[in-house]
């Protein structure tokens, strides 16, 4: 079963400084990633996803992940952090065997300190 | 608005009763999923439509646990004698046809069981 591993529960930053949101995954075959986020009192909000091709994957609102399969990692990532980047980032799986479900961490909180 | 929309936003119930809760997917999506969140955890796969069909469903979907498509639209999900244990945000997600494809997540529905 595919699987998903934020090892951070949360993640502080300054403003302007780079962020860094870490996940690392386990699935069968070559893996589907996303990355979400969620604000408070909202739904998951899609940011960007992996498929195939290219490692290094753009997504909304200036962030970026890079796959890394050697290391089966999918780390979000973005230049220079805003304080209303603050919220919780959820990484995700989907396997290539046709399994329809998306496997979720636990979710980062981020905090951009002003 | 043609994101999904999920009613009740919020729904507070005596342990023992039923409870409903509506899912409207975006309109052209034929595939449409539940699943439920708890605090400080990612959300789990609870099943998944394709058009009216149920295609696939959770251990964690119990006996108590139902849910329906009927024209392939619109989505319930209801849980019979809830108990506190299912106190969580149910969340119900939709998206085209194709595993590259990513879900749209609408805003939840908080069950609070007393």
């Known amino acids: 079963a595919q699987s998903v591993a934020q090892p951070e529960d949360q993640v502080n930053v300054a403003e302007g400084n780079p962020l860094t949101v870490k996940c690392t995954y386990s699935?069968?075959?070559?893996?589907?990633l996303f990355w979400y986020v969620q604000y408070p009192n909202r739904g998951l909000q899609f940011l960007l996803k992996?498929?195939?091709?290219?490692?290094l994957v753009k997504g909304s609102y200036g962030f970026e992940a890079e796959f890394n399969k050697s290391q089966t990692s999918f780390h979000l990532k973005k230049p220079s952090a805003l304080v209303s980047d603050s919220a919780l980032y959820f990484c995700?799986?989907?396997?290539?065997?046709?399994?329809?479900?998306?496997?979720f961490g636990k979710g980062n909180q981020v905090v951009v300190i002003p | 608005d043609t994101g999904v929309s999920q009613n009740p936003r919020h729904k507070i119930t005596k342990r023992g009763q039923n409870v409903t809760f509506r899912c409207d997917p975006i309109?052209?999506?034929?595939?449409l999923y539940w699943y439920r969140q708890t605090l400080g955890q990612g959300p789990e796969f609870l099943t998944y439509?394709?058009?009216?069909?149920?295609?696939?469903k959770s251990r964690l979907l119990s006996d108590r646990f139902s849910a329906e498509r009927p024209k392939g639209s619109f989505s319930t999900l209801e849980i019979q004698r809830t108990e506190q244990g299912d106190s969580a945000m149910y969340l119900c997600?939709?998206?085209?046809?194709?595993?590259?494809?990513?879900?749209?997540f609408g805003p939840g529905t908080r069950l609070t069981v007393l």
């Open positions: 997600a939709s998206s085209l046809e194709g595993l590259n494809n990513e879900q749209f």
């Open positions: 699935v069968s075959g070559n893996p589907y």
């Open positions: 992996y498929i195939t091709g290219d490692n």
């Open positions: 995700a799986v989907r396997d290539f065997l046709g399994n329809n479900r998306l496997a």
């Open positions: 309109s052209e999506h034929n595939r």
């Open positions: 439509f394709q058009n009216e069909a149920q295609l696939e």
